[in-house]
């Protein structure tokens, strides 16, 4: 089984930056994907970034050149570097775990809430 504590959300200005953070902890498989998601009110989660073991990415278009997801495999952590904010992007964000090999088991975080408001 994984952990995943998230941290770094909070209020914000628009066009304000943020950084989150996932730490990862448990039976922890070498090949895996961690990314995020994100849930508005009244909305469906959405993946955000995600990012591979062997570091491919993938944005979904509405952060592509804003937001950059970048991971550390010693610590068992994934960031995400949120730059020029908008209101839309308020939502809460939820760190996801997924093994590639095996199981293939996806496993998530409580999740984080980001505020983009004057």
């Known amino acids: 089984q994984v952990q995943l504590v998230e941290s770094g959300g909070g209020l914000v200005q628009p066009g304000g930056s943020l950084r989150l953070s996932c730490a990862a902890s448990?039976?922890?498989?070498?090949?895996?994907?961690m990314g995020w998601y994100r849930q508005a009110p009244g909305k469906q989660r959405e993946e955000v970034a995600t990012?591979?073991?062997?570091?491919?990415?993938n944005y979904a278009g509405s952060v592509k050149g804003r937001f950059t997801i970048s991971r550390d495999n010693a610590k068992n952590t994934v960031y995400l570097q949120m730059n020029s904010l908008k209101p839309e992007d308020t939502a809460v964000y939820y760190c996801?775990?997924?093994?590639?090999?095996?199981?293939?088991?996806?496993?998530w975080g409580k999740g984080t809430l980001v505020t983009v408001s004057l």
């Open positions: 990012i591979t073991s062997g570091s491919s990415t």
């Open positions: 996801n775990f997924r093994e590639l090999l095996l199981h293939r088991m996806s496993y």
């Open positions: 448990g039976s922890i498989f070498s090949i895996n994907a």
